[in-house]
């Protein structure tokens, strides 16, 4: 990547950059229409930054212009590098009322901006465990707010994009934290941070008051984790209602807690950057202060006091003026998605705060990529990632909306997020000029589609000239001349897919190139099933490894040794006799004694495994076969896989029953 003085982009955000090269191409288009008054060129519509729109909001304009009219005939001193007394006894009075809990205001701490609060945060507990964990890892869901990656943070996701309308649970959180601390055995990268984005930036989703409850239940077996929790849209939440927080929903917790809010977004300040950390931790807060004071001495004093007293005044009825005015831009782009066929994948999946809203244009992967667009990318040939989308998008089709990659997400997905916020007139531009581009784009695919099927046709003539009739009569069916809208395009693409699989799986059972390429499939699978079986041998391996300490530290029958044999690998990562004994180990290498050991002990379920499998290819195979030897093929792999599925499901019963604790602690 490069800038647009064509210098290499580095390690400037990619959110940045893109804004970057809209204002160079805005300013460039503008200058052409100085020099070229006759020639039309579309202006650029932004719709991949944040970019709030609603007027600013009424008492933080009423604040500055009395502020500096009072301000004339003064000089103005250094302040507190916490904040000012007075702006932070009216937030805190503010806040107290948000969370219906008590904040102090030693709780507050006034910050340049969410990026700065963010900034401060994240070096406080780099600080804080530089000496006994310092790659320790942040749990948050994944995709997540671009600058979380940043400051050389450990991520490990939440990958929300598993579950039902891409929502956070408390089952997926509870899952990424067993997942972190078993990799921790290897890298000592344990979790000490949670992070939640609630309203969340980008996917739009908002956590109830029953999902943070069960959340909160989780995060009371943690004690020693920290919670970060970026609300810089909280009063956002698209059904009017007052945002509900962790802190509110669980005060037991707010020792432990962090908070970042933002007057960027709701209140339309984002160039001002007013915003504020709390914390509750007495060690916390100092530390932070130090961070501040090393970044930038103290935030602004009239923007603390601007931004306190638009807060101690901000009710549920500004809320509903900021949903009225988002909402309906929202739903706009929500239904143009929908008609264009360009909604996420998941049905469920429903914008619920902030302005944003994601799409997939994943139609668009495999499309030439624009030449203008080498100076940026600074490559050439087809389009492969969503980020080459975003900049073909901006430099042949005058709109900017940003790549879910830069969130964390597969660059190869082709999803976008496009924020909502420009004009009714501007929206409706911005969705037109998409749905043309993707209506082009799925043109091209449904001429590649009928070029292939045309040239399978001709093998196809030569095997079963019936078939061959039908594929023809069903390709006509689906091309309907009079549906040429891009849902229409994308449906009958779909169709033509199916069939021109139908054709090639027709062919592939008729040649012996395609046993070879059944039989290539059947190899992959059971290297895919020899490194699934590698991964299950080594943590049996460390359990015995577990169950041997356990012998030695407790070999009498007692209430402490049945609570360590019932440990779960979590627990036993918290059992400090347990972290010295695995540090011993040469990096937790098990002896070969174990290894022989578990190998022993699951022979028999190698074997079951073995013959399932090999059931399971023969089934396989005989689906390439012709019809002669089909049956047969299909008799000796179900025989093979029940005989193989018999041994190992006598194995698993006759290990359960044996050995109940030790199968507990396997499972947890």
């Given at each position: 990547m490069r800038t647009p003085q064509g210098q290499p982009a580095g390690k400037i955000d990619r959110i940045m950059l893109l804004a970057m090269w809209t204002k160079f191409l805005r300013n460039k288009r503008d200058d052409n229409l100085t020099t070229n008054p006759v020639?039309?060129?579309?202006?650029?519509?932004?719709?991949?930054?944040?970019?709030p729109v609603l007027p600013l909001n009424k008492y933080?304009?009423?604040?500055?212009?009395?502020?500096?009219?009072?301000?004339?005939?003064?000089?103005?001193?250094?302040?507190?590098?916490?904040?000012?007394?007075?702006?932070?006894?009216?937030?805190?009075?503010?806040?107290?009322?948000?969370?219906?809990?008590d904040v102090d205001p030693n709780n507050i701490l006034f910050t340049v901006g969410g990026a700065g609060a963010l900034q401060g945060i994240f070096a406080t507990l780099k600080t804080l465990h530089e000496e006994t964990t310092p790659n320790f890892r942040i749990i948050t869901p994944f995709p997540y707010y671009t600058l979380y990656g940043d400051y050389d943070n450990h991520l490990y996701p939440i990958d929300v994009m598993k579950n039902t309308g891409y929502r956070l649970t408390a089952e997926s959180l509870q899952l990424s934290i067993n997942?972190?601390?078993?990799?921790?055995?290897?890298?000592?990268?344990?979790?000490?941070?949670?992070?939640?984005?609630?309203?969340?930036?980008?996917?739009?989703?908002?956590?109830?008051?029953?999902?943070?409850?069960?959340?909160?239940?989780?995060?009371?077996?943690?004690?020693d984790i920290h919670i970060i929790l970026d609300e810089a849209y909280a009063e956002m939440c698209l059904d009017g209602n007052k945002h509900i927080s962790l802190l509110t929903a669980a005060p037991d917790l707010k020792d432990r807690i962090i908070i970042m809010r933002s007057a960027t977004k709701a209140l339309s300040a984002a160039g001002e950057r007013m915003a504020i950390t709390i914390a509750f931790n007495e060690q916390i807060m100092a530390m932070l202060l130090q961070k501040n004071i090393s970044n930038y001495g103290h935030a602004p004093r009239s923007l603390q006091m601007a931004y306190a007293?638009?807060?101690?005044?901000?009710?549920l009825e500004e809320q509903k003026n900021i949903v009225n005015f988002y909402r309906p831009k929202l739903e706009y782009v929500k239904r143009r998605l929908i008609e264009m066929g360009a909604n996420m994948p998941d049905p469920h999946y429903n914008p619920e705060g902030t302005f944003y809203i994601l799409g997939d244009f994943s139609d668009l992967l495999g499309e030439p990529l624009p030449e203008s667009t080498f100076c940026a990318l600074n490559k050439k040939g087809q389009i492969t990632t969503d980020e080459d989308i975003t900049y073909s998008l901006l430099f042949e089709d005058s709109v900017m909306i940003a790549p879910l990659s830069y969130f964390g997400?597969?660059?190869?997905?082709?999803?976008?997020?496009?924020?909502?916020?420009?004009?009714?007139?501007?929206?409706?531009?911005?969705?037109?000029?998409?749905?043309?581009?993707?209506?082009?784009?799925?043109?091209?695919i449904k001429d590649a589609y009928l070029n292939e099927i045309h040239e399978k046709l001709t093998i196809l003539i030569n095997i079963n000239k019936n078939l061959h009739h039908d594929i023809l009569d069903e390709i006509n069916d689906i091309i309907d001349p009079n549906k040429t809208s891009s849902i229409d395009i994308k449906k009958q693409n779909e169709k033509l897919g199916h069939a021109l699989s139908a054709v090639e799986l027709f062919i592939n059972q008729s040649t012996t190139a395609g046993q070879e390429k059944a039989a290539t499939v059947i190899q992959a699978n059971f290297r895919g099933h020899l490194a699934r079986k590698e991964t299950k041998l080594k943590i049996n391996a460390q359990n015995a490894e577990w169950y041997q300490f356990v012998d030695q530290i407790a070999p009498n029958p007692s209430k402490i040794r049945s609570d360590l044999i019932n440990f779960s690998l979590t627990e036993r990562l918290e059992f400090t006799p347990w972290k010295k004994h695995i540090s011993n180990l040469n990096n937790q290498s098990i002896?070969?004694?174990?290894?022989?050991?578990?190998?022993?002990?699951?022979?028999?379920?190698?074997?079951?495994?073995?013959?399932?499998?090999a059931g399971l290819a023969i089934l396989s195979l005989s689906i390439s076969t012709t019809a002669t030897l089909a049956l047969s093929g299909i008799t000796a792999g179900v025989g093979i896989g029940l005989v193989g599925f018999g041994i190992f499901y006598k194995k698993e019963r006759h290990e359960s029953s044996i050995a109940p604790i030790h199968e507990h602690a396997l499972t947890t």
């Amino acid at each position: 990547m490069r800038t647009p003085q064509g210098q290499p982009a580095g390690k400037i955000d990619r959110i940045m950059l893109l804004a970057m090269w809209t204002k160079f191409l805005r300013n460039k288009r503008d200058d052409n229409l100085t020099t070229n008054p006759v020639e039309v060129i579309p202006e650029i519509i932004s719709a991949g930054m944040g970019k709030p729109v609603l007027p600013l909001n009424k008492y933080t304009s009423m604040f500055m212009k009395d502020y500096w009219d009072k301000a004339s005939s003064s000089a103005i001193d250094y302040g507190d590098p916490q904040g000012d007394t007075e702006p932070r006894v009216i937030m805190a009075r503010a806040m107290s009322s948000w969370y219906e809990t008590d904040v102090d205001p030693n709780n507050i701490l006034f910050t340049v901006g969410g990026a700065g609060a963010l900034q401060g945060i994240f070096a406080t507990l780099k600080t804080l465990h530089e000496e006994t964990t310092p790659n320790f890892r942040i749990i948050t869901p994944f995709p997540y707010y671009t600058l979380y990656g940043d400051y050389d943070n450990h991520l490990y996701p939440i990958d929300v994009m598993k579950n039902t309308g891409y929502r956070l649970t408390a089952e997926s959180l509870q899952l990424s934290i067993n997942q972190a601390y078993d990799l921790a055995i290897e890298d000592h990268g344990y979790p000490k941070v949670i992070l939640l984005c609630d309203p969340n930036n980008p996917l739009s989703t908002v956590l109830g008051k029953k999902e943070l409850e069960k959340i909160a239940d989780i995060l009371r077996k943690y004690p020693d984790i920290h919670i970060i929790l970026d609300e810089a849209y909280a009063e956002m939440c698209l059904d009017g209602n007052k945002h509900i927080s962790l802190l509110t929903a669980a005060p037991d917790l707010k020792d432990r807690i962090i908070i970042m809010r933002s007057a960027t977004k709701a209140l339309s300040a984002a160039g001002e950057r007013m915003a504020i950390t709390i914390a509750f931790n007495e060690q916390i807060m100092a530390m932070l202060l130090q961070k501040n004071i090393s970044n930038y001495g103290h935030a602004p004093r009239s923007l603390q006091m601007a931004y306190a007293t638009t807060m101690s005044k901000f009710t549920l009825e500004e809320q509903k003026n900021i949903v009225n005015f988002y909402r309906p831009k929202l739903e706009y782009v929500k239904r143009r998605l929908i008609e264009m066929g360009a909604n996420m994948p998941d049905p469920h999946y429903n914008p619920e705060g902030t302005f944003y809203i994601l799409g997939d244009f994943s139609d668009l992967l495999g499309e030439p990529l624009p030449e203008s667009t080498f100076c940026a990318l600074n490559k050439k040939g087809q389009i492969t990632t969503d980020e080459d989308i975003t900049y073909s998008l901006l430099f042949e089709d005058s709109v900017m909306i940003a790549p879910l990659s830069y969130f964390g997400m597969p660059k190869n997905k082709g999803y976008m997020r496009i924020t909502c916020s420009g004009t009714d007139k501007e929206l409706e531009k911005l969705m037109t000029r998409l749905e043309k581009r993707l209506t082009i784009a799925r043109n091209n695919i449904k001429d590649a589609y009928l070029n292939e099927i045309h040239e399978k046709l001709t093998i196809l003539i030569n095997i079963n000239k019936n078939l061959h009739h039908d594929i023809l009569d069903e390709i006509n069916d689906i091309i309907d001349p009079n549906k040429t809208s891009s849902i229409d395009i994308k449906k009958q693409n779909e169709k033509l897919g199916h069939a021109l699989s139908a054709v090639e799986l027709f062919i592939n059972q008729s040649t012996t190139a395609g046993q070879e390429k059944a039989a290539t499939v059947i190899q992959a699978n059971f290297r895919g099933h020899l490194a699934r079986k590698e991964t299950k041998l080594k943590i049996n391996a460390q359990n015995a490894e577990w169950y041997q300490f356990v012998d030695q530290i407790a070999p009498n029958p007692s209430k402490i040794r049945s609570d360590l044999i019932n440990f779960s690998l979590t627990e036993r990562l918290e059992f400090t006799p347990w972290k010295k004994h695995i540090s011993n180990l040469n990096n937790q290498s098990i002896s070969a004694h174990f290894f022989m050991q578990v190998l022993l002990n699951n022979e028999m379920k190698i074997v079951g495994s073995l013959l399932l499998l090999a059931g399971l290819a023969i089934l396989s195979l005989s689906i390439s076969t012709t019809a002669t030897l089909a049956l047969s093929g299909i008799t000796a792999g179900v025989g093979i896989g029940l005989v193989g599925f018999g041994i190992f499901y006598k194995k698993e019963r006759h290990e359960s029953s044996i050995a109940p604790i030790h199968e507990h602690a396997l499972t947890t």
